[in-house]
């Protein structure tokens, strides 16, 4: 058995040995065999949300931070507005990238434990006609909301505006269907559901507007376009590729695969959540979110009690080899629990009995 941490985070998360093992050789970047691994996972990445015959799969080295930054600086011209909907860390962190670059930008928000209102934007819209691009955050990983992109994706479209989607905690696992869904891009990364290492990000970009980005980022190296018209010259990236992240990811999505696809993995995940919900509340802990707006993708818990200390909790299961995360909330104090990662129930009952062991023996309590 491994020896390494069970990590219950959002990612860098626990990963298959075999995709670990996928990194245990060197790859020159110009070479065939590495422009074939580029290819397939372009390809694959297009393949998982019916994305082939409308957008096209411009992957870029960095953090999930970094293609958000790139998508933003590529896609929305100075002389366009944004519309950020805000109900979590991750709205917030784009209003600030925007603003950072310079682009115009405005805010639609709501409380963290509140799904954006589909109605409420295409007021927004019809009251600012500038508003030229909204963006939207699939899954909050702050809280772990889901938010109804359905009617959200088709309401922007209604109103003839271009939607990004940032999917980093969803990709690979919720449902995106760029075959009926109308969405400008999505992004990701390759380190959360996808069950790959960290190192790069990707958007999936439709063909027309990505065509018609030539020269509108104010960055060189997170230029969209000029990223993708490498990949499609010579099939080569612009810049040093993370060659070992690129093997692991497409290992990481051939096991997707065999798995059953996006819908297995939202199964084995929900499985997870179920688990760990089940045995926390027996616990004495509660969810932060309602059920109805949760993702099975992190659970966010409040405290057991007012003298509840999260960093021995941490410190005592951490010794027992499981490594939960600490909240993200503005106001209620908090920590989190992620489901994602090749983990199935059977790490989240380990977990559970640790749980309880670490209640039982170790004092988790602040003095009074
Ligand atoms: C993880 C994540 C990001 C990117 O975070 P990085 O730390 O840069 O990888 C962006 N948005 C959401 C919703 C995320 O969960």
Redesign the pocket.
């Known amino acids: 058995m491994s020896r390494d941490p069970i990590l219950l985070t959002?990612?860098p998360l626990t990963t298959r040995l075999e995709t670990r093992r996928a990194m245990l050789r060197d790859w020159g970047s110009r070479d065939a065999a590495f422009i074939t691994m580029t290819a397939e996972l372009r390809q694959r990445l297009l393949a998982l949300c019916r994305g082939e015959g409308s957008h096209v799969a411009i992957p870029l080295q960095?953090?999930?931070?970094?293609i958000?930054e790139a998508a933003i600086t590529s896609l929305v011209r100075p002389t366009d507005k944004l519309l950020v909907l805000a109900n979590?860390a991750?709205g917030e962190?784009m209003i600030e990238i925007a603003r950072r670059l310079g682009r115009a930008v405005v805010a639609l928000r709501w409380p963290e434990d509140r799904p954006v209102e589909p109605e409420r934007v295409g007021e927004a819209l019809v009251a600012d006609p500038a508003i030229s691009h909204v963006a939207l955050?699939?899954?909050?990983?702050?809280s772990g909301l889901l938010n109804p992109l359905e009617p959200i994706a088709k309401i922007v479209a209604q109103h003839g505006r271009a939607l990004l989607l940032?999917?980093?905690?969803s990709f690979g696992a919720l449902e995106i269907d760029l075959a009926t869904m109308p969405i400008t891009a999505v992004?990701a990364?390759s380190?959360?559901c996808l069950e790959g290492v960290?190192g790069l990000?990707f958007a999936l970009v439709e063909q027309t507007a990505i065509a018609a980005a030539k020269g509108v980022s104010s960055s060189l190296s997170l230029d969209l376009y000029d990223q993708w018209r490498g990949f499609e010259s010579n099939g080569q990236w612009r810049f040093t590729p993370p060659v070992q992240v690129v093997a692991a990811l497409v290992e990481a999505l051939r096991s997707l695969e065999a798995e059953g696809g996006p819908p297995a993995r939202l199964r084995r995940y929900r499985d997870n959540f179920d688990t760990l919900a089940s045995g926390m509340q027996r616990l004495g802990f509660r969810l932060f979110l309602d059920p109805a707006v949760q993702a099975p993708i992190i659970a966010t818990f409040h405290p057991r009690d007012d003298r509840f200390d999260f960093e021995r909790f941490y410190a005592a299961l951490a010794a027992r080899g499981f490594v939960i995360y600490p909240g993200k909330l503005t106001r209620a104090e908090s920590f989190r629990i992620g489901c994602i990662g090749a983990l199935d129930r059977g790490d989240f009952g380990r977990l559970i009995t640790a749980v309880e062991a670490v209640l039982k023996e170790s004092d988790v309590r602040r003095s009074a």
């Open positions: 959002p990612g960095g953090s999930g931070t970094f958000v979590g991750y962190r955050v699939h899954c909050e990983t702050t940032d999917a980093m905690s992004l990364s380190n959360k960290p990000g």
